[in-house]
């Protein structure tokens, strides 16, 4: 058994992107609601009791130009119970020609650190690991991407990019008609034959969230080192 009073470290890190819907239905299950959620019940002790704290710069698929950074710390004081999850800087340039099994990684990959502590580590390492690996893009999603420009369960997370507060100023004004944009592209893209719509209309929105990316560096949420 483990010393209920040591904190270990419990490190995840793979090449590959996380699908965005997976991720917040992970973490959300294991740690409770994120801080922005709406008409939440109120948040419970802690959900997974062994960890202390977690970190991470994570890898969204479709989101190739940003990081994204998540943020956890149990209840230990008057505070209460810390959990975010937001846009993060640009992902750094990384040396031409470096490739993992998902295409042209560059720098970009999943990486999520947590403290653990408490007689149960052991359980805990093995449920976070399976979580963590079940969030991972598979070959089949990847491919769909490829095919259709659309990853199935991952709205939350385009409005999110979409409306994070380091958009600029014309662009929120413009959010309403980027939203009928992104909705109508959804609607043909079931038409066969006009997939090529969908496509479009994703990099039409990454272009626009990316016009901005200077001004996130400054988010305060620290990543894994």
């Known amino acids: 058994g483990h010393d209920a009073g040591t904190v270990e470290a419990f490190r995840f890190v793979r090449r590959r992107p996380c699908h965005p819907g997976r991720f ?54 008057e505070r209460g119970v810390e959990h975010l999850l937001r846009c993060g800087a640009a992902w750094p340039l990384a040396p031409t020609g470096e ?15 947590l403290e653990l ?10 449920a976070l690991q399976a979580g963590l ?4 893009l598979t070959r089949e999603e990847a ?17 999110e990019r979409l409306h994070h507060e380091h958009l600029a100023p014309w662009v929120s004004r413009l959010w309403p008609v ?9 609607i043909v893209a ?12 994703g990099r039409i929105a990454r272009w626009v ?4 990316l200077e001004s996130s560096a400054h988010c305060r949420v620290t990543p894994p080192s």
């Not at 948040?43 to 990081?67: C, H, K, Q, Y």
């Not at 490739?99 to 650190?113: H, I, N, P």
């Not at 502590?117 to 093995?126: A, I, S």
């Open 24 to 77: 917040l239905a992970f973490v959300r299950e294991s740690f409770g609601p994120l801080a922005r959620d709406v008409g939440q019940p109120p948040m419970p002790e802690n959900r997974t009791p062994a960890v202390l704290s977690g970190s991470g710069r994570l890898w969204f698929a479709g989101s190739d130009d940003i990081t994204v950074e998540w943020c956890y710390n149990a209840a230990i004081d």
């Open 99 to 113: 490739k993992d099994l998902m295409g042209a990684a560059g720098s970009r990959q999943t990486e999520v650190e």
């Open 117 to 126: 502590r408490g007689p149960d580590t052991k359980c805990t390492r093995e």
């Open 133 to 136: 690996l079940s969030c991972l």
């Open 143 to 159: 491919i769909q991407i490829e095919e259709t420009g659309q990853l199935p369960n991952s709205e939350e997370w385009e409005e």
């Open 178 to 186: 980027l939203i009928l944009v992104h909705s109508l592209t959804r």
């Open 190 to 201: 079931a038409i066969p034959g006009v997939s090529q719509v969908a496509e479009m209309g």
């Open 209 to 212: 969230t990316g016009l901005s």
